[in-house]
């Protein structure tokens, strides 16, 4: 009951994260899980990989409900979304069949880089610009790019926002439709890797009652519960607090755990 009520609480900070932010949130999600996990008995060589496993199956959920807010708005380019589809699905599964193959220590310098280099991005990086609302992307260029993204996601853990919202704004998406895009893809980086992490895991991998190869259930469910119904108001804090700021303390943040990986990888 304790580390439900924890995995529940946990929930709130991710949701409110990546409603504040949009991105942030997974990263956050797998540092916590990767440093709970072995207090249930997962063992220590193991223990990225479950946390890997179980943040991106709780992202199926979360990224869902992202999907259904801005499709309500009409946010979601469903065109773009069906091409990239294709390659986030494949590009999860091969991810989390290559991170599976990696140590628990590589895979924790994996996600240290990964998080220095988008503190570095949000630090550095200037308001996007506002972008056309009749660009719809599309094509077979699009299905290449999700499976690099997914199989990115997958190693790392996320939903693939950081990358998919970039590569739309720089199309001449808008942002907001751009943030729309990616939820949606987001649910399909989830499932794709998740299944990937289940399916492809060796026999026995976790020894927790409710795990499925990698994935840890209980985990999962409690943690996409909870985040569903903290994003709005992460949502509404972005909207009252300064863009550029939240940004730049979130840049920190991401180094302070992006190095807080390197040091567990080194001892």
Do not use: E, N
Not at 35 to 60: C, K, R
Not at 151 to 157: C, M, Y
Not at 207 to 220: D, I, R
Not at 223 to 231: D, G, N, Q
């Amino acid at each position: 009951m304790t580390f439900l009520l924890i995995y529940l609480l946990l929930g709130v900070a991710v949701g409110v994260l990546a409603g504040l932010l949009g991105i942030g949130g997974g990263l956050v999600l797998v540092g916590a899980l990767a440093w709970l996990l072995p207090m249930q008995g997962v063992p220590m060589d193991a223990a990225m990989h479950a946390a890997l496993a179980s943040s991106l199956a709780s992202i199926v959920l979360t990224a869902a409900a992202s999907a259904r807010a801005h499709h309500r708005r009409g946010s979601v380019l469903w065109p773009t979304v069906a091409w990239m589809v294709p390659g986030v699905l494949l590009g999860g599964w091969l991810g989390s069949r290559f991170a599976i193959a990696l140590d628990d220590g590589v895979l924790r310098w994996c996600v240290a880089g990964y998080c220095w280099v988008i503190a570095a991005q949000m630090w550095l990086s200037k308001p996007p610009a506002t972008g056309h609302a009749d660009v719809l992307p599309r094509g077979p260029g699009y299905t290449a790019a999700g499976g690099g993204i997914g199989i990115v996601s997958a190693i790392i853990g996320i939903g693939g926002g950081s990358l998919t919202v970039p590569l739309l704004v720089w199309r001449g998406v808008a942002p907001v439709r751009a943030v729309g895009t990616s939820s949606a893809c987001g649910i399909f980086i989830g499932l794709g890797s998740a299944l990937g992490y289940a399916l492809q895991a060796p026999a026995g991998a976790l020894p927790l009652a409710g795990s499925v190869g990698y994935v840890y259930l209980p985990a999962a469910i409690a943690v996409a519960a909870t985040s569903v119904l903290a994003a709005p108001y992460g949502t509404r804090l972005a909207h009252a607090l300064s863009g550029p700021v939240l940004k730049r303390v979130f840049a920190v943040f991401l180094l302070v755990v992006g190095s807080t990986f390197a040091y567990s990888a080194l001892h």
